[in-house]
């Protein structure tokens, strides 16, 4: 199975919140996990990513919790801010990233 | 820092018309990408290349074709354009191995009437 799912479709966060936007996969041959961030009018562009070997990866206010028995990962955004409103898509890649299968996507709208 | 640039951010066309969108990259990578973006359904990958004149399908080919003549432009080609290809295009290039980092381009809204 190719697919990666994302939850939820929306997110509406209070400034100074924790943002937390969930994905699950199936395939087991996945190998690197980004997440990126889309504003309106421009293209995706990588906020942070993971390998399976490794549990957890902050960067900043931005962290990937990674769950290899459940196969499940997570986006935190700590202390959320409105510049953070962004539509957010967690991905899986194999075969030296030509293969990216992308999540739904997740709105974040974070209340000033 | 990496540019990738397509030719037109908003195109509207009619119902059986051939349409070219054209995607430019600055930093010399070897791969290259198409996806499309619909809401609900995040982005898909339409076709791929690797190498000049090397394509390989993605997940949706179908009506769709691909152009990579030089390293640094990849064209999508929608042969005689129909109205569920109405949808953002988005380019995408990365380099071989390394981070698998894909650096998209700002998109085309396409529409097919």
């Known amino acids: 199975q190719q697919q990666v799912k994302q939850s939820p479709q929306s997110l509406i966060v209070q400034k100074g919140g924790i943002s937390i936007i969930n994905c699950a996969y199936e395939n087991t041959a996945f190998d690197y996990f980004p997440w990126y961030q889309q504003f309106p009018g421009k293209g995706p562009a990588l906020l942070i990513a993971i390998r399976p070997d490794v549990s957890e990866k902050k960067e900043g206010r931005f962290t990937i919790s990674f769950n290899k ?26 075969g030296g990233g ?15 | 820092d990496v ?54 399908k993605g997940d949706i080919p179908e009506g769709y074709s691909v152009s990579r ?7 999508l080609i929608l042969e005689s354009a129909s109205t569920n290809q109405t949808s953002m295009y988005l380019c995408a290039s990365s380099i071989p191995g390394g981070s ?14």
């Open chain 1, 69 to 94: 028995s459940a196969k499940q990962f997570s986006l935190h955004i700590m202390d959320s801010q409105p510049g953070d409103s962004a539509t957010y898509f967690c991905a899986a890649s194999i």
């Open chain 1, 98 to 112: 030509f293969k990216t299968i992308f999540g739904a996507g997740t709105r974040l709208f974070v209340k000033a």
């Open chain 2, 3 to 56: 540019k990738v640039t397509q030719s037109s951010r908003y195109l509207v066309k009619r119902t059986g018309e051939k349409v070219f969108l054209e995607c430019v990259q600055d930093m010399d990578h070897e791969n290259m990408f198409w996806y499309r973006q619909d809401p609900g359904l995040g982005l898909r990958l339409i076709y791929f290349s690797y190498d000049v004149k090397m394509k390989e």
């Open chain 2, 69 to 75: 003549e030089k390293k640094e432009r990849f064209s």
């Open chain 2, 100 to 113: 698998y980092e894909q650096y998209f381009g700002p998109g085309t809204r396409l529409t097919v009437t």
